[in-house]
């Protein structure tokens, strides 16, 4: 039996928050770079021009890639062999992401109640999704997500009859429908199959997946591929203004589902696509 304590899960958590909103993940500025000499219009390879000049600055001054340093929300992977002592897994990340937030100087953008609207003035809660694996390990991966994305999202329960044309046409649907507001070049995540709220956990995690992995399942591989690309032709453009180049990567994730249901999540993120995956 492995022991962690607490205090290392907060440690490390603060770390994670303050380096995620600073540095963008690889893969992602890997895929900015490249749509550069992708896009076709003018104005759109001035904009990705700018937002790659934005990453270099945030990380040469130690400052946020985007005002929105987002709600935190946390995947953790623990081995069913590790004991955690000194205290509560969730108490020990949200100190994490309270003190990431306050000592990087990050936004804090959580409210107390969805109503009543008062900011809880460190960003926490967190939102956490527990998996239970087998051996020793301890996964963490932080993921801000910033909300003028996340409220491009979009959850539809399908009919099986639908198919996969009906997936599609959710997918594109909802980046048309999406359009600016979402801050393009978007990463999209996407999820099919288990239930309702299953289909959203699923298109959440495939936004942490690298944009440089492919899917182990063909079909799902290739309509990935198949749906970038006709997410691209739409011309919605870097900044919406027009362009080749709408999105940098398309991820999908599913599960099994019910004989009478086919459920669909499109989780759309900007280009700020940030992520980070340690171990503790």
């Known amino acids: 039996m492995r022991e962690i304590t607490c205090s290392e899960i907060t440690k490390k958590i603060r770390e994670m928050c303050m380096s995620v909103n600073i540095e963008l993940a690889k893969d992602v500025e890997d895929a900015l770079i490249a749509g550069k000499t992708k896009e076709e219009s003018v104005i759109g390879k001035h904009i990705l021009g700018q937002l790659e000049e934005n990453l270099r600055i945030a990380k040469e001054d130690r400052i946020p890639i985007c005002q929105d ?29 309270r003190q990431g937030y306050r000592d990087g100087y990050l936004r804090k953008s959580v409210v107390r109640d969805p109503i009543e609207r008062e900011n809880t003035g460190d960003n926490t809660p967190a939102v956490i999704h527990y998996e239970i694996v087998p051996g020793e ?13 996340e409220n491009m999202s979009r959850l539809v329960m399908l009919k099986p009859a639908d198919g996969i044309e009906g997936v599609k046409q959710v997918i594109l649907d909802t980046v048309a429908a999406a ?7 978007m ?8 239930t309702f709220e299953k289909v959203a956990w699923l298109a959440k995690k495939a936004l942490t997946r690298p944009l440089d992995s492919e899917s182990p399942v063909v079909w799902v591989r290739e309509l990935e591929q198949e749906m970038l690309e006709k997410v691209n032709r739409l011309g919605l453009g870097p900044g919406g203004l027009g362009g080749r180049v709408t999105a940098l990567g398309l991820n999908i994730e599913t599960y099994p589902t019910h004989i ?17 995956t340690e171990r503790i």
Do not use: W, Y
């Open 179 to 185: 359009g600016p507001n979402a801050c393009p070049p």
């Open 69 to 97: 340093t987002g709600m935190t929300v946390i995947f953790l992977k623990i081995g069913q062999e590790v004991h955690v002592t000194g205290g509560a897994i969730g108490d020990a990340v949200n100190e994490g992401v």
């Open 137 to 149: 390990g301890f996964e963490i991966t932080v993921a801000p997500k910033g909300f003028g994305s």
């Open 187 to 194: 990463v999209i995540g996407v999820g099919i199959g288990g």
């Open 260 to 276: 009478a249901g086919l459920p669909v999540a499109v989780n759309i993120c900007c280009h700020v696509n940030r992520h980070v």
